[in-house]
């Protein structure tokens, strides 16, 4: 019996919360949306003094804000970074002329072929003609090989052919020696 009450009262339990949640739950209505339901909410936590969140972000992005524009207006030295404006352009200016003339310089390069990318293409091709090389030397070395084995049994035939020239000569030599007369 103790089995079955439990996991009655588990379900009991559980709607009996989900109940409760379900009336204080706020509810959104569909013409509004959840938009609107997060408006309330925030205007809710509201007060005089404090205006929410949204006023400790502001503060804090003002702050930062006044920070930057401080050090925009002033120098490592102390100095007003004014004075040192028109100087700071000139040379500025002058470097991003000569980086842009490089970098024309190196696009011209690139698109001629000329300079390191004729280099690269000529050791890519080198790096292909040693490739092929070592292909062709590996071929031959087979050939080699083939040729040696080759030579060499022709060298086992001929050692079996020149012992049975022997032999045959030996055979000859005791058919002459046993035909002759006198013998």
């Not at 980086?99 to 011209?108: E, I």
């Not at 000529?122 to 292909?135: G, I, L, T, W």
């Amino acid at each position: 019996m103790k089995l079955i009450i439990l996991p009655v009262a588990s379900v009991i339990a559980l709607a009996a919360a989900s109940q409760l949640a379900a009336q204080t739950a706020p509810t959104t209505s569909a013409s509004n949306g959840l938009g609107a339901d997060v408006s309330v909410m925030a205007k809710a936590q509201r007060d005089g003094d404090t205006k929410g969140i949204g006023a400790a972000v502001s503060a804090k992005a003002h702050e930062r804000n006044a920070a930057r524009a401080s050090d925009r207006t002033t120098t490592d030295d102390g100095t007003d970074a004014a004075a040192h404006s028109d100087h700071a352009a000139t040379t500025s200016a002058a470097l991003d002329a000569r980086t842009v003339a490089a970098a024309r310089s190196d696009n011209s390069a690139i698109k001629d072929g000329t300079g390191a990318v004729a280099d690269l293409r000529e050791a890519r091709s080198a790096a292909a003609d040693v490739r092929q090389n070592s292909a062709d030397a590996r071929l031959t070395a087979t050939e080699a090989r083939a040729a040696a084995t080759e030579t060499r049994q022709a060298a086992v035939d001929a050692r079996t052919n020149a012992s049975s020239a022997r032999d045959a000569a030996v055979a000859i030599k005791d058919a002459v020696a046993a035909v002759r007369p006198g013998h």
